[in-house]
């Protein structure tokens, strides 16, 4: 199975704050990843896909970059809505497997 | 607008049984494949299983092979999961998901339903 890791797992940020988040993949997974946000409550929500694609309706100051073994996300300015869960997951290969998380708090 | 509601949840004792169903509305059902993906309390999300746009081609997670069945009905536009020989481990919330293309492969989850709760306790 491909492990998926983010790092970190605990991000305390502000308002208009630059973010990036981290996930590395234990093999090489081309292009096949996907970024997900989740609020307390709520089922995920899909931002990217094919690493840096966005998907219809999510803000710009969501982007995407990487290939194979390692991937960013990046949050460009922090903004009060964008506090949350974040999770990778690879579909490159059954199983699909995600990463642990990553949990954007308020600083 | 895509819509997925997850039902049939609740209380099953450990080696008791569950079917989960799901709803979809708003695209053309039997040309997108499916998936079911757990969260444990306070945890991450689990894929759990996939189908394909026909139902012909499944896959399961380790954890849940030949305990779990997954199956849809293209005529009333429904996904299910027949869960058996429940665990404890297996408490979570269950979501149904829509994949991005008629086979799971190279394929994201791009919409996904509320949620609906299985807790396994005796």
């Known amino acids: 199975d491909i492990q998926m890791t983010q790092s970190p797992s605990t991000l305390s940020a502000s308002v208009g704050d630059r973010v990036t988040i981290t996930c590395r993949a234990s093999?090489?997974?081309?292009?096949?990843l996907a970024w997900f946000q989740q609020k307390p409550g709520k089922a995920p929500k899909l931002l990217l896909y094919?690493?840096?694609n966005l998907q219809s309706g999510i803000p710009s100051r969501f982007s995407g970059s990487g290939s194979e073994t390692e991937f960013t996300l990046t949050i460009s300015s922090l903004q009060p809505d964008d506090f949350a869960t974040y999770y990778c997951?690879?579909?490159?290969?059954?199983?699909?497997?995600f990463g642990q998380g990553t949990k954007v708090e308020i600083k | 607008e895509v819509r997925l509601v997850g039902s049939g949840g609740g209380l099953a004792q450990p080696g008791g049984s569950l079917r989960l169903s799901c709803a979809a509305s708003?695209?053309?059902?039997?040309?997108?494949?499916m998936a079911w993906v757990r969260q444990a309390p306070g945890k991450g999300l689990e894929w759990v299983s996939s189908?394909?746009?026909?139902?012909?081609?499944?896959s399961y997670a380790d954890s849940v092979e030949g305990r779990f069945i997954i199956s849809r009905d293209n005529s009333k536009n429904a996904l299910y999961l027949q869960m058996s020989n429940l665990r404890p481990e297996d408490t979570a919330i269950y979501y149904c998901?829509?994949?991005?293309?008629?086979?799971?492969?190279?394929?994201?989850?791009?919409?996904w339903g509320q949620g609906t709760l299985v807790t396994v306790s005796s």
């Open positions: 998901a829509k994949v991005s293309s008629v086979l799971p492969t190279e394929s994201y989850f791009d919409n």
């Open positions: 708003g695209f053309a059902f039997s040309s997108f494949a």
């Open positions: 189908t394909s746009g026909s139902g012909s081609s499944t």
């Open positions: 093999q090489r997974i081309s292009s096949w």
């Open positions: 094919k690493a840096s």
């Open positions: 997951q690879q579909y490159n290969s059954d199983p699909w497997t």
